[in-house]
């Protein structure tokens, strides 16, 4: 069966500090891959979305960048974090053939700068 | 913008009753996907609805999807307080790659 796996849970930070987030699927080859952030009481923001190694595509121009260096593996990252960078971050993966699929979201790390 | 649009933003309900929520959206689209969020943790996916469909059944939960009005409901029939959650839509546009999420409806079921 397929999982998929993200981590730190929680984490904060002090403004200006470096930020890497990981996540990992496993059970699947080929998915396509996500970045979505949730502001508090709102829906989701996508971030960035990956259909293969390397292959990366920006939805909103940010402090943010993401990288894709292993099939099942999404990384999301900043070099300074801003105030305005805290959220609840949410990784996702669905099956790459076609659209008609849903998606499955990890579990999600709670990001507070400070 | 938001491609999906959640109504009412909250709802409570007594253990038992039904709980709908609506969806719309804007743009012609290959599916819906409606998914469920407990507090503090990630979506859980309920059901996908394809663009030729117009119903379908998971258990408790029934999806409607009218494409002509561009909106979708979800209903939950007697419900638990396990219910409590936010509950979202998420729409495919049709020709592209990512689905696009609602602010979700909020809905608690009292005991």
């Known amino acids: 069966s397929q999982t998929i796996h993200q981590w730190p849970a929680t984490l904060v930070q002090p403004v200006g500090s470096p930020l890497s987030l990981e996540c990992t699927v496993e059970g699947t080859s080929n998915p396509n891959l996500y970045w979505y952030r949730q502001a508090a009481g709102r829906g989701l923001q996508l971030l960035f979305y990956s259909v293969g190694i390397g292959q990366i595509s920006s939805e909103v121009p940010q402090n943010l960048s993401a990288s894709r260096p292993q099939d099942r593996q999404f990384i999301l990252s900043s070099k300074k974090l801003l105030l305005s960078d805290s959220g609840f971050y949410l990784c996702?993966?669905?099956?790459?053939?076609?659209?008609?699929?849903?998606?499955?979201f990890g579990s999600g790390t709670r990001l507070t700068v400070v | 913008s938001q491609q999906g649009e959640e109504d009412p933003q909250a709802l409570s309900i007594q253990e038992g009753e039904n709980a709908t929520m609506n969806c719309s959206y804007k743009?012609?689209?290959?599916?819906l996907q409606w998914y469920r969020q407990n507090s503090g943790r990630g979506l859980v996916h309920l059901i996908l609805?394809?663009?030729?469909?117009r119903e379908k059944h998971s258990g408790r939960l029934r999806v409607t999807l009218d494409t002509s009005k561009k909106s979708s409901s979800l209903l939950i029939t007697a419900s638990r307080a396990a219910d409590t959650a936010s509950y979202f839509c998420a729409t495919a546009p049709l020709g592209a790659g990512k689905s696009t999420f609602g602010d979700g409806t909020t809905l608690t079921v009292k005991p």
């Open positions: 609805i394809r663009s030729n469909e």
């Open positions: 743009t012609s689209i290959n599916n």
């Open positions: 996702a993966w669905s099956v790459r053939r076609g659209w008609d699929y849903g998606y499955t």
